[in-house]
């Protein structure tokens, strides 16, 4: 069965600092990756996703992900963090052999401070 | 182009009661899904359906039913309302094998 690891509960960054948010998986294949961000009392706004081929890939909002393989990882990264980042963020795997199906991390929450 | 809606946005239930919460989409996907939020869980997934006519269990499906009425409308039914149902409540669509697109939510309290 497949999984996703958000191993912070919580992120500090100062605005205009660079910002990662980390993701590790579990998935027997090739994964597909998702990011999707929540704002308060809000549904939840995809940001990026890997299917295949580069292993940085670009986004909403100026984020990025790097997939790593070796590692089975997919931090979302964005180089000058904002006031109005601050949200919670949540990576998704979904196995490329099953149907549509995601499979969601605890979530991370990103506080941006002034 | 309204995308996902969900009705109600916020219900309050006594123990035992029923309910049906609501959810459509205009993007003509033919996947849609149920998932339920509570804090430090993540997004666990109730019911999806991969067509019209179709569903099947997901992570977390006692206690929950669902119908595909069309290719449009997907609902989830609580037939007797439990307290460790109080959960947010989104509903999402997909093209098969695309992102999912997700609602704004239900906020059901059960007392």
């Known amino acids: 069965a497949q999984s996703v690891a958000q191993p912070e509960d919580q992120v500090n960054v100062a605005e205009g600092n660079p910002l990662t948010v980390k993701c590790t998986y579990s998935?027997?294949?090739?994964?597909?990756l998702f990011w999707y961000v929540q704002y308060p009392n809000r549904g939840l706004q995809f940001l990026l996703k890997y299917i295949t081929g580069d292993n940085l890939v670009k986004g909403s909002y100026g984020f990025e992900a790097e997939f790593n393989k070796s590692q089975t990882s997919f931090h979302l990264k964005k180089p000058s963090a904002l006031v109005s980042d601050s949200a919670l963020y949540f990576c998704a795997v979904r196995d490329p052999q099953g149907y549509s199906t995601l499979t969601f991390g605890k979530g991370t929450m990103l506080l941006v401070s002034p | 182009n309204a995308g996902v809606t969900q009705t109600p946005k916020f219900q309050v239930l006594k123990t035992g009661q029923s309910m049906t919460l609501q959810c459509a989409q205009d993007m003509n996907h033919n996947s849609m899904y149920w998932y339920r939020q509570d804090p430090g869980m993540g997004l666990r997934l109730i019911y999806y359906s991969a067509s019209e006519g179709t569903t099947d269990k997901g992570e977390v499906p006692n206690g929950y039913n669902v119908s595909r009425l069309n290719k449009r409308e997907f609902s989830l039914r609580l037939e007797s309302a439990a307290p460790s149902q109080t959960s947010v409540y989104f509903c999402?669509?997909?093209?098969?094998?695309?992102?999912?697109?997700f609602g704004p939510g239900t906020r059901l309290t059960v007392l």
């Open positions: 999402a669509s997909s093209e098969d094998r695309g992102q999912q697109f």
């Open positions: 998935v027997s294949g090739n994964p597909y």
